[in-house]
Nanobody
């Protein structure tokens, strides 16, 4: 059973920073990739950033240069450092882990609210 627990969300003013954490139950080496998604009210869930087992990363265009995804294998944790936050970053942020074998299985955390005030 895979459990992903997010933390670090909150209320911040525009221009501020937050760091989200996603702690996995067990080793994160078993995941082909881990990522952060977000969903704002009335909008579809969108990919924010992904980090693969190779440590390669990809970002949504809207967060490039402001957000950084990283992993600490010893702590089985993935982070999302968010700098220069904007009101449009307001959303529930979800941690995702992907296992690819002969099938693809995705696991999700419960989400953490990020609110950026102008």
């Amino acid at each position: 059973q895979v459990q992903l627990v997010e933390s670090g969300g909150g209320l911040v003013q525009a221009g501020g920073s937050l760091r989200l954490s996603c702690a996995a139950s067990g080793s994160i080496f078993r995941f082909n990739a881990m990522g952060w998604y977000r969903q704002a009210p009335g909008k579809q869930r969108e990919l924010v950033a992904v980090i693969r087992v190779s440590s390669s990363t990809n970002y949504a265009d809207s967060v490039k240069g402001r957000f950084t995804i990283s992993r600490d294998n010893a702590k089985n944790t993935v982070y999302l450092q968010m700098n220069n936050l904007k009101p449009e970053d307001t959303a529930v942020y979800y941690c995702n882990a992907l296992v690819v074998t002969t099938t693809m299985t995705a696991y999700w955390g419960q989400g953490t609210q990020v609110t950026v005030s102008s």
